[in-house]
């Protein structure tokens, strides 16, 4: 069984998390620390959400890991995508698609991703 999760922005794989491999203590420590944090509230395209329910919660996670993407925080995107990789076991793939300032994001349960295939090319 394939234990990796992959996030992809417009096709291309950006991050693969590989299930596999165990979480130190401070690790687990530290998401444990953004469930108590998220407890207090998160606020998902203007609104305050008190309670925040997992689904919700996924939102915020992914809003703010495209976000450290973005701005190459690789400490903070690792941080957020363990978080979600250990908060939904089952999701196999996070899929990201970017258009004219529209991204929609498609959590995938039922597809292992494959990995992606290097083409090299040679001149003559």
């Keep these: 069984m394939n234990n990796i999760m992959?996030?992809?922005i417009n096709?291309?794989?950006q991050l693969e998390y590989d299930r596999d491999k165990a979480l130190t203590d401070y690790q687990l420590t530290y998401l444990d620390k953004m469930d108590k944090k998220m407890d207090a509230g998160i606020?998902?395209?203007g609104e305050m959400i008190e309670s925040p329910e997992l689904?919700?919660?996924v939102q915020f996670v992914v809003a703010n890991m495209l976000t450290a993407m973005k701005s190459d925080n690789e400490g903070v995107t690792s941080s957020l995508c363990t978080y979600l990789?250990?908060?939904?076991?089952d999701l196999k793939q996070i899929q990201i698609s970017e258009e004219n300032e529209e991204v929609t994001i498609n959590m995938v349960f039922d597809e292992d991703y494959k990995g992606q295939t290097s083409v090299s090319f040679t001149r003559h």
């Design 43 to 45: 606020n998902i395209d």
């Design 6 to 8: 992959a996030v992809l």
């Design 11 to 13: 096709g291309i794989a």
């Design 85 to 89: 990789a250990t908060r939904l076991p």
């Design 55 to 57: 689904n919700q919660r």
